[in-house]
Nanobody, 116 residues
């Protein structure tokens, strides 16, 4: 099993930046893909960005050009750098990993609120 802990959320003004971190522990060598999802009030959970262990990335159209996902394999962490934040980015952000077994693990989430 892989355990995930997110950090870095908080309150930020529109146009500001936040950097989310996800620390992984456990069977870290079983991870194929790491990513971030978010769930805003009254909406479905949606994919934000993903990164493979080889460094290939993908992101949702709504965040392209503003959010960047990266990872540090030596530290067993990945990051979501969020720039030019908008009120519609307000959500609980969840770290996610897909394992070689096909199973998926989730963190408990971190709140990001973008407001004046």
């Amino acid at each position: 099993q892989v355990q995930l802990v997110e950090s870095g959320g908080g309150l930020v003004q529109p146009g500001g930046s936040l950097r989310l971190s996800c620390a992984a522990s456990g069977s870290i060598f079983s991870i194929n893909v790491m990513g971030w999802y978010r769930q805003a009030p009254g909406k479905q959970r949606e994919l934000v960005a993903t990164i493979t262990t080889g460094g290939s990335t993908n992101s949702a159209d709504s965040v392209k050009g503003r959010f960047t996902i990266s990872r540090n394999n030596a530290k067993n962490m990945n990051y979501l750098q969020m720039n030019n934040l908008k009120p519609e980015d307000t959500a609980v952000y969840y770290c996610n990993v897909r394992l070689s077994t096909g199973a998926v693990s989730w963190g408990r989430g971190t709140q990001v609120t973008v407001s004046s």
